[in-house]
């Protein structure tokens, strides 16, 4: 086990029951204040504890690497050094933050200096994504797509079970949380209409996620294995897909989403990493026919992560409509970069790589208002008195996630995202 993972490690700053931060977490993320310029953090309760400043105080000094990376405006270049590396960093901050060591716990003009409060900071894209690709990887999502839209006996295409289905997306319109999205405008076609018209969609969805970030870059031509996988794997963000369905709907056939997902994703802020994870692995479904095998894989790969999604409308109304987990996917993040990987596809530090939409067994844990209102047959109530088929002008949609075993939380902040009018 990392030291930092040990569920009896307590911190000598505030960590509030039910944080998404304790001090086995120490996420990594890039922030900025009225008076700091972007640099890298991680975050320790309510508090984000400022990396550029302990190192110029000298106590990373123990672990030699190149220490401007923390003061760059991404963290690409940090998580480039590799596992060695940034996990001795995660532990040695553990240590830093432990109850037992004084270093920084009794300076207290150091100690003022790099704790600042997350409430007076603001939060960035914490990477430069090079490449960004959508998987289709939750068996109980595609079958109930595919039950609207097809035979509900042949809910699934004939590939779906042997392969992890994906598509390469739009990186540069990837924005952290708390970035307005406005409603995508395009083609649609009604179907009892001649021809398609254009404007704002009237199907504008959430689609609930996880991304995955890469740390390690491939030479064009070599392929990643599922036992190689994880040491490309540096951690794990919070990621909602925008999807416009009804612009979707008309120009997916025949080559998939275009302008009804280009138009923006939101990630959570604070990459966890998988060292942090670790404790929360679980079994992965059992897949058949099995599968082929560059697919196969031995051990745990799932993770239990619960994962909630609350929409919040105009006035101030909030309610939860989806609890969903990270441990129902069919395909595992292993699997997907191999599949990924398997032709050749070279990959590059910073590269995301989604799930896609995580739904589980039942109606209550369904992860896009698609499945959730069954095509707006089964409008949600708000308790404003209002309903939802789909997202409205002004909604706020929040995704939160967390793990927790033994005492011991891990979360990844809020993936928030609040739809203005269209332009």
Same mark, same amino acid.
């Given at each position: 086990m990392n030291k930092a993972n040990n569920p009896k490690l307590k911190s000598w700053v505030e960590v509030k029951p039910g944080s998404d931060f304790p001090i086995q977490n120490i996420p990594f993320g890039i922030f900025k204040t009225k008076d700091l310029s972007p640099r890298a953090g991680t975050a320790i309760g309510n508090y984000i504890l400022d990396l550029s400043i302990i190192t110029n105080a000298g106590l990373l000094n123990t672990i030699a690497f190149d220490k401007k990376v923390l003061e760059e405006k991404t *963290?690409?270049?940090?998580?480039? /050094?590799?596992?060695?590396?940034? &996990?001795?960093? +995660? %532990? =040695?901050? $553990?240590? /830093?933050?432990?109850?037992? #060591?004084?270093?920084?716990? &009794? #300076?207290t003009e150091l100690k003022n200096q790099a704790l600042i409060k997350q409430s007076d900071a603001e939060m960035l894209l914490p990477i430069r994504i090079p490449n960004y690709t959508d998987f289709y990887s939750s068996r109980e999502h595609a079958t109930n797509v595919g039950s609207?839209? =097809?035979?509900?006996? #042949?809910? /699934?295409?004939? &590939?779906? /079970?042997? *392969?992890?289905?994906?598509?390469?997306? +739009?990186?540069?319109s990837i924005v952290v949380s708390g970035t307005p999205i406005h409603r995508p405008k395009g083609q649609t076609k009604a179907d009892d209409a001649d021809k398609p018209t254009f404007g704002p969609t009237r199907l504008l969805d959430f689609e609930l996620e996880?991304?995955?970030?890469?740390?390690?870059?491939?030479?064009?031509?070599?392929?990643?294995?599922?036992?190689? $996988? %994880? @040491?490309?794997?540096?951690?794990? *963000?919070?990621?909602?897909?925008?999807? $416009?369905? !009804?612009?979707?709907?008309?120009?997916?056939?025949?080559?998939?989403?275009? *302008? $009804?997902?280009?138009?923006?994703?939101?990630?959570?802020?604070?990459?966890?990493?998988?060292?942090?994870? %670790?404790?929360?692995?679980? !079994?992965?479904?059992?897949? @058949?026919?099995?599968?082929?095998?560059?697919?196969?894989?031995?051990?745990?790969?799932?993770?239990?992560? +619960?994962? %909630?999604? @609350?929409?919040?409308?105009?006035?101030g109304a909030a309610k939860t409509i989806s609890n969903s987990n990270f441990k129902y996917m069919y395909w595992n993040m292993c699997q997907q970069l191999a599949h990924h990987t398997a032709n050749g596809c070279n990959i590059q530090v910073g590269d995301l790589y989604a799930s896609g939409t995580i739904s589980g067994p039942t109606p209550d844990s369904y992860g896009s208002m698609l499945e959730i209102t069954w095509q707006g047959k089964n409008p949600i109530q708000m308790p404003d008195g209002t309903e939802r088929k789909f997202i409205q002008d002004n909604d706020t949609v929040v995704m939160r996630a967390h793990a927790e075993k033994d005492g011991v939380r891990i979360g990844f902040g809020e993936c928030t995202g609040k739809i203005l009018p269209a332009l």
């Open positions: *963290l690409n270049n940090f998580i480039a /050094l590799g596992k060695p590396i940034t &996990n001795a960093v +995660r %532990e =040695r901050i $553990a240590e /830093l933050l432990s109850t037992e #060591n004084t270093e920084l716990q &009794n #300076n609207m839209f =097809r035979d509900p006996k #042949n809910a /699934l295409l004939p &590939n779906w /079970l042997h *392969l992890p289905v994906g598509y390469h997306g +739009r990186a540069s996880m991304a995955f970030v890469i740390n390690k870059e491939t030479a064009l031509g070599s392929s990643v294995t599922t036992a190689q $996988a %994880e @040491d490309h794997i540096f951690g794990l *963000l919070l990621f909602n897909d925008w999807s $416009a369905r !009804d612009i979707q709907k008309w120009e997916y056939v025949p080559l998939g989403p275009f *302008l $009804a997902k280009n138009f923006g994703s939101t990630v959570s802020p604070w990459i966890v990493t998988l060292e942090a994870l %670790e404790p929360f692995k679980t !079994d992965s479904p059992e897949q @058949d026919p099995e599968v082929l095998p560059y697919l196969q894989f031995t051990g745990k790969k799932n993770y239990d992560i +619960r994962l %909630e999604v @609350d929409i919040i409308a105009p006035a």
